[in-house]
């Protein structure tokens, strides 16, 4: 079965950057769509951003401009890019792949964003 193991969390200051790694089991780009989520602490989880096995992109509008979602097929290795964050930013975010019908989850990297 597919894992994801999430990466890249940490504290970083207002206006700082962070790219937070997902890597994946087993080959699944090709054929699962592969998306960001976060949440804060007393918040729904929120779509961040949305990669399509045809490489298309979505990015919800918390983010949009800040955010960018990337791969690596020979690492089977998803990647999310934030730039100039705010505290606002400061949730768990959560690696997701799923297809019509499986969906996988990461548990998650803590991203603290503080000065």
């Known amino acids: 079965q597919v894992q994801l193991v999430e990466s890249g969390g940490g504290l970083v200051q207002p206006g700082g950057s962070l790219r937070l790694s997902c890597a994946a089991s087993t080959r699944i780009f090709r054929f699962y769509t592969m998306a960001w989520y976060r949440q804060a602490p007393g918040k729904e989880r929120e779509l961040v951003a949305v990669?399509?096995?045809?490489?298309?992109?979505y990015y919800g509008d918390s983010m949009k401009g800040r955010a960018t979602i990337s791969r690596d097929n020979a690492k089977n290795t998803m990647f999310l890019q934030m730039n100039n964050l705010k505290p606002d930013d400061t949730a768990v975010y959560y690696c997701?792949?799923?297809?019509?019908?499986?969906?996988?989850w990461g548990q998650g990297t803590q991203v603290t964003v503080s000065s």
């Open positions: 997701n792949a799923q297809n019509t019908l499986q969906t996988y």
């Open positions: 990669k399509r096995p045809d490489e298309s992109t």
